[in-house]
């Protein structure tokens, strides 16, 4: 059985900061990539960032320069920094483990909410 927990979020104000955290556990051979994505009601889920275990990283380009991903090397905690946060960053994030000969994993997502 293989669990994926987010951590992080919370209420912050336009410009401030959060860090967002990502915890995979259980019975996992490797996990290949870990993603963050966001979801605000009634719209598509989004990718906003994926580390890749060779080290490949991405982040979107609404994120760019605001967002960094990171992670431990076997990717079992996978981190998302998000500074200079604006207020259509609000939505409820989710992390996505991609796990070898077992497919992908999801968190039940943290609430972030970028209010004054």
């Known amino acids: 059985q293989v669990q994926v927990v987010e951590s992080g979020g919370d209420l912050v104000q336009p410009g401030g900061s959060l860090r967002l955290s990502c915890v995979v556990s259980?019975?996992?051979?490797?996990?290949?990539?870990v993603g963050w994505y966001r979801q605000n009601p009634g719209t598509q889920r989004e990718l906003v960032a994926m580390l890749a275990d060779d080290g490949d990283i991405y982040h979107a380009d609404s994120v760019k320069g605001r967002f960094t991903i990171s992670g431990d090397n076997a990717l079992r905690m996978a981190y998302l920094q998000m500074n200079n946060l604006k207020s259509e960053d609000t939505a409820v994030y989710y992390c996505?483990?991609?796990?070898?000969?077992?497919?992908?994993?999801w968190g039940q997502g943290t609430q972030v909410t970028v209010s004054s």
């Open positions: 259980g019975s996992v051979t490797s996990v290949l990539v």
């Open positions: 996505q483990a991609v796990i070898r000969d077992l497919g992908d994993y």
